[in-house]
């Protein structure tokens, strides 16, 4: 049984930094062909944050581009997300995911809110 745990959402002002992770049972990111972060605004639909792809590749949304960065400890089947300069637009549930033999499996979610 596939099993993605987030942790690391909070409140944080504008200009603040926070880092996401979520850890992995019953797969391996490191084999996976894509493993991500999304989120969901406040009364918006769920957007792709970033990405690795087969071989590290990564990939950003425009607007998370030079203060996100997304990462992968295969030692720990753990990915993160560092989150830095976060602005009242970063608001919203972050969600991890990934692919697995198929099918699509995705975490419960943590909140970050950028507030001051």
């Known amino acids: 049984q596939v099993q993605l745990v987030e942790s690391g959402g909070g409140l944080v002002q504008p200009g603040g930094s926070l880092r996401l992770s979520c850890a992995a049972s019953?797969?391996?990111?490191?084999?996976?062909?894509?493993v991500g972060w999304y989120r969901r605004a406040p009364g918006k639909e769920r957007e792709l944050v970033a990405t690795?792809?087969?071989?590290?590749?990564?990939r950003y949304a425009d607007s998370v581009k030079g203060r996100f960065t997304i990462s992968r400890d295969d030692t720990k089947n753990t990915l993160f997300l560092q989150m830095n300069n976060l602005q009242f637009d970063d608001t919203g549930v972050y969600y991890c995911?990934?692919?697995?033999?198929?099918?699509?499996?995705w975490g419960q979610g943590t909140q970050v809110t950028v507030s001051s």
């Open positions: 995911h990934t692919i697995s033999r198929g099918f699509d499996y």
């Open positions: 019953g797969t391996t990111f490191s084999i996976n062909g894509m």
């Open positions: 690795i792809l087969r071989f590290g590749v990564t």
